[in-house]
T-cell receptor, first 115, second 113 residues
Framework: ETGVTQSPTHLIKTRGQQVTLRCSSQ?????VSWYQQALGQGPQFIFQ???????GRGNFPPRFSGLQFPNYSSELNVNALELDDSALYLC??????????????FGAGSRLTVL | GNSVTQMEGPVTLSEEAFLTINCTYT??????LFWYVQYPGEGLQLLLK?????DKGSNKGFEATYRKETTSFHLEKGSVQVSDSAVYFC????????????FGTGTLLAVQP
C-alpha cells in the first residue's frame, strides 16, 4: 500500500504571493488533515477535510484554505504569503473519526520558505 | 484548552545508554496519547500509542505508560542506538469532530557512538 505523498518537497516564494501544496492520501483513507510545523516547534493543526468538506479548523486565518477531491487527495492554498508562513507543511490521512483505526499517517511534508 | 509539555532538548546520550523523555499533558477527560518520531528530512512516524489509563504502548524497544495520576506519558528505552537520533514528539488526541492531535514542541535526541 502506498503511504501519504506530498508535493512539492521544497519551494520558495516571496511575500504576497500565493502557494498551493498537494497531498495524496494513503490507500483506503478518506480523511485528510493539514498541519503547520514551524522551525523548532511541534506541528499545529490547520484544518481537516472529510467527504470533500472542511470538517474542522484550527487557529489559522481565512487566507489558509483547502480542497479535497473525490479520490480523497487534497490541496492546501495559502494566499498573501507572510514571512511567518515559512514552515514545513504536513499532510496526514486517516480513517474517519468514528473508526476504531483512527491513527494519522503523515507525509514527508512540503517545506515552504517565504522571502 | 488541552496541551502537551515536553522536556526541552537536546538530549545527548552515548550508545547503549538509558533514555527518558518526559511528557505531561493537560486535558479534560482521558485522551489517547501518542509518541511520534521525526528523522532528519522526513515526516512524522507513529512510534507508539496508548488509549486509556495504565495502558503501556511499546514499539522498537521504546515504551511509555499512560499515567492519569501524574498526567504523564514518559518515553523510555533501555539501550539507545545511533539510529535512534531524531526528534520525538508527544501528542494527545483532542476531542471534537476532527480528533486532531495536539503536539508538544519536540525533543531532539542525539546518540553518539
Amino acid at each position: 500500500e502506498t503511504g501519504v505523498t506530498q508535493s512539492p518537497t521544497h519551494l520558495i516564494k516571496t511575500r504576497g504571493q500565493q502557494v498551493t501544496l498537494r497531498c495524496s492520501s494513503q490507500s483506503g483513507h478518506n480523511t485528510v488533515s493539514w498541519y503547520q510545523q514551524a522551525l523548532g516547534q511541534g506541528p499545529q493543526f490547520i484544518f481537516q477535510y472529510y467527504r470533500e468538506e472542511e470538517n474542522g479548523r484550527g487557529n489559522f486565518p481565512p487566507r489558509f484554505s483547502g480542497l479535497q477531491f473525490p479520490n480523497y487527495s487534497s490541496e492546501l492554498n495559502v494566499n498573501a504569503l507572510e514571512l511567518d508562513d515559512s514552515a514545513l507543511y504536513l499532510c496526514a490521512s486517516s480513517f474517519p473519526r468514528d473508526s476504531g483505526a483512527n491513527v494519522l499517517t503523515f507525509g514527508a511534508g512540503s517545506r515552504l520558505t517565504v522571502l | 484548552g488541552n496541551s502537551v509539555t515536553q522536556m526541552e532538548g537536546p538530549v545527548t546520550l552515548s550508545e547503549e545508554a538509558f533514555l527518558t523523555i518526559n511528557c505531561t499533558y493537560t486535558a479534560t477527560g482521558y485522551p489517547s496519547l501518542f509518541w511520534y518520531v521525526q528523522y532528519p528530512g522526513e515526516g512524522l512516524q507513529l512510534l507508539l500509542k496508548a488509549t486509556k489509563a495504565d495502558d503501556k504502548g511499546s514499539n522498537k524497544g521504546f515504551e511509555a505508560t499512560y499515567r492519569k495520576e501524574t498526567t504523564s506519558f514518559h518515553l523510555e528505552k533501555g539501550s539507545v542506538q545511533v539510529s535512534d537520533s531524531a526528534v520525538y514528539f508527544c501528542a494527545l488526541r483532542d476531542g471534537g469532530a476532527t480528533n486532531k492531535l495536539i503536539f508538544g514542541t519536540g525533543t531532539l535526541l542525539a546518540v553518539q557512538p
